[in-house]
């Protein structure tokens, strides 16, 4: 199977970073980055005040200042996919972008080290945002 091994260019829209608007648990948010950085705090004014942060480089900072919940190793992932679902499903110009790579295998590769969300280098990381982009893909093909 044919790979996506960068989340840029014209694949950029499989990347959190991509602005595209996200309401997750009643808060609309610039970017799934935005969602997934306020659901690791249960402080409701936090999650306002990264509702109004401008860019998701700017909120991927802010979100290492957070006090974790309790459980977010724990949960992580399964917030993750819901907040992918959500973009996907609340965006569906992205959908249908997303259908079209049902023939490639989604590698979030990158060049920071991260090797849980991603591959750094490819083919080194558990790549979880590629397993669920294809994960949220497949479901969305199984509706049409």
């Known amino acids: 199977?044919?790979?996506?091994?960068?989340?840029?260019?014209?694949?950029?829209?499989l990347s959190n970073f991509y602005p595209c608007k996200v309401v997750y648990e009643g808060i609309e948010y610039p970017s799934s980055e935005h969602a997934y950085v306020a659901a690791k705090?249960?402080?409701?004014?936090?999650?306002l005040?990264?509702?109004?942060?401008?860019?998701?480089s700017d909120v991927k900072r802010f979100g290492r200042q957070i006090k974790l919940k309790d459980n977010w190793d724990?949960?992580?992932?399964?917030?993750?996919?819901?907040?992918?679902?959500?973009?996907?499903?609340q965006n569906p110009d992205l959908m249908?972008?997303?259908?079209e790579t049902r023939n490639y295998e989604l590698i979030e590769g990158n060049n920071w080290s991260?090797?849980?969300?991603?591959?750094?280098?490819?083919?080194?990381?558990?790549?979880?945002?590629?397993k669920i982009?294809?994960?949220?893909?497949?479901?969305?093909?199984?509706?049409?």
């Open 96 to 99: 249908k972008l997303l259908q």
């Open 1 to 13: 199977m044919a790979k996506i091994t960068s989340f840029s260019g014209s694949f950029r829209f």
């Open 74 to 89: 724990n949960i992580k992932i399964s917030i993750m996919k819901n907040i992918v679902e959500a973009k996907f499903d």
């Open 133 to 144: 982009l294809m994960s949220v893909r497949d479901d969305i093909t199984k509706l049409f």
């Open 41 to 47: 705090t249960d402080n409701q004014l936090q999650k």
């Open 114 to 130: 991260d090797k849980f969300w991603g591959q750094s280098p490819i083919g080194n990381g558990r790549n979880e945002l590629g």
């Open 49 to 56: 005040a990264i509702s109004e942060i401008p860019s998701a």
